[in-house]
């Protein structure tokens, strides 16, 4: 039995398991994938305080070491279900094991909208990004191509436009779907072009490296390609949080309804992360989200919470 299971070792995870070790809980961290996160995907991290410039790899490899020399415990699963009895909870995993606590910090966090371009998952830290004000730099004074046409790919393109020389952005309909204003202040912009009806075939690349796109014209079929040193994909995220909507509320599009308490609406219950509903998915507000759940779950099991 451990006073506290967390599901996902990333940064909000690992933050969750090193407050709570450092309370003397036992805990117990289930990662379906790889420790990290999303940040290991990042060539290059230098908006973390008190770090200037590391690598996305070596960022985790720091957090899982500290954790580890607290004797975290650790199993690569992926948690499928929470059940609720009395106050216990029995955490199921696809491989087919059960662990029970008197806590979960769901800390599950989100998948970036994929194209479904053959190649992309290579190119992810090699050309290929999601986040502009994490990687923008890498193209300062160079072209970037953002894909999609709602607010989130024009808040990318607007803020690369003030470093690149150039951004094109890609939207596969006829019009943004983003706010009119977002989109006249980009398009207000002397270096931004926007290619409308155009989706993306295929990547150019060199060596490792992505080099440029072919485009195709969904209405003429008509294709192109264009010179680009960086591609930021702005479709949409996915959180996967359904198969615990049993605890813990989900809004409209899938993230935990919490409050800045990380608490959900079954006591015993927290979330923390990209997985909740929150307005900045960045690495410092997941690593505070992981600090304060697992206080509230420590205050919870030392009888001072819910
Ligand atoms: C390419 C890229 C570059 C970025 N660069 C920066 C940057 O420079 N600076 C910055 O501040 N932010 C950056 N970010 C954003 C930052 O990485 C995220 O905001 C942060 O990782 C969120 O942490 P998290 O722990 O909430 O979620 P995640 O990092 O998504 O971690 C969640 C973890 O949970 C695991 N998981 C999910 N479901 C389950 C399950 N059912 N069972 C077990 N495990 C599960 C996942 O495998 C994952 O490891 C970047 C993101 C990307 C994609």
Not at 137 to 161: H, P, R
Not at 211 to 218: A, F, P, Q, T, Y
Not at 265 to 290: E, N, Y
Request: aromatic share 8%; proline share 3%.
């Amino acid at each position: 039995m451990y006073d506290i299971i967390i599901i996902g070792g990333g940064p909000a995870g690992v933050t969750a398991a090193l407050y709570s070790l450092r309370a003397n809980k036992k805990i117990l961290i289930l990662e379906k994938d790889s420790f990290g996160g999303q940040i290991t995907y990042s060539p290059l991290v230098e908006n973390y305080p008190g770090t200037l410039r590391m690598s996305g790899d070596e960022f985790a490899d720091r957090m899982l070491d500290q954790i580890t020399a607290l004797g975290a415990e650790f199993e690569l699963e992926t948690a499928v279900s929470i059940s609720p009895e009395k106050d216990i909870f029995t955490v199921k995993t696809e491989e087919g094991c059960s662990y029970s606590s008197r806590c979960v910090i769901i800390a599950a966090g989100v998948e970036h909208r994929m194209l479904g371009v053959p190649g992309e998952y290579e190119l992810v830290g090699n050309g290929l990004s999601f986040c502009a004000v994490c990687d923008g730099t890498l193209y300062k004074d160079k072209t970037a191509a953002v894909v999609g046409g709602g607010n989130s790919a024009l808040q990318e393109a607007i803020l690369l436009s003030e470093l690149c020389r150039g951004v094109i952005v890609v939207q596969n309909l006829d019009y943004f779907t983003g706010e009119k204003r977002l989109a006249d202040k980009l398009m207000n912009k002397p270096n931004v072009k926007a290619v409308f009806g155009t989706v993306v075939k295929s990547f150019l690349k060199n060596g490792e490296e992505l080099s440029g796109l072919r485009l195709v014209n969904e209405a003429t079929g008509e294709e192109s390609e264009i010179a680009v040193d960086g591609l930021f994909v702005a479709i949409g995220l996915l959180p996967k949080n359904s198969c615990f909507s049993n605890v813990a509320e989900l809004d409209g599009a899938g993230y935990f309804l919490s409050g800045e308490n990380c608490r959900t609406r079954t006591p015993g219950i927290f979330c923390a992360g990209d997985c909740r509903v929150k307005s900045v998915r960045q690495l410092t507000t997941a690593v505070g989200d992981g600090a304060t759940a697992a206080l509230a779950a420590c205050d919870y099991l030392d009888g001072f919470g819910d």
